[in-house]
C-alpha cells in the first residue's frame, strides 16, 4: 500500500524544511531551550549537521538564539513564539 502525500500548498512550512532541520525543531519543541551542543547530544546528528539545521531554522524565523547564562561561550536556541 503506497502513502500519497499531500500537495505541497497543504504542507506546514516546517514540513518543506530539510529532515536535519525538522529532527532540530522538534527536539527543542520536545527539550525546550538547547545549546548547540545538547541539541547535537539529544538528536544525534552530527555538529556540522546541527550547525547547518540551526542556520535554516534561524533563516526561517522558527528560532532564536538567546545567551547561555551557564557559559557565556555558548548560545541557547529557543522556538519562537
Do not use: N
Not at 21 to 43: D, F
Not at 44 to 62: F, Q, S
Request: with cysteine; proline share 10%.
Amino acid at each position: 500500500m503506497t502513502t500519497q502525500r499531500p500537495p505541497p500548498e497543504t504542507e506546514s512550512p516546517i514540513e518543506q524544511l530539510p529532515p536535519s532541520a525538522k529532527l532540530v525543531y522538534k527536539t527543542l519543541e520536545y527539550e525546550g531551550p538547547l545549546t548547540q551542543k545538547g541539541l547535537v547530544e539529544r538528536s544525534r546528528l552530527p555538529t556540522r549537521t546541527v550547525r547547518d539545521a540551526v542556520r535554516t531554522l534561524e533563516d526561517h524565523g522558527y528560532i532564536e538564539e538567546r545567551l547561555y547564562e551557564g557559559d557565556a561561550r555558548q548560545r541557547l536556541y529557543v522556538l519562537c513564539e
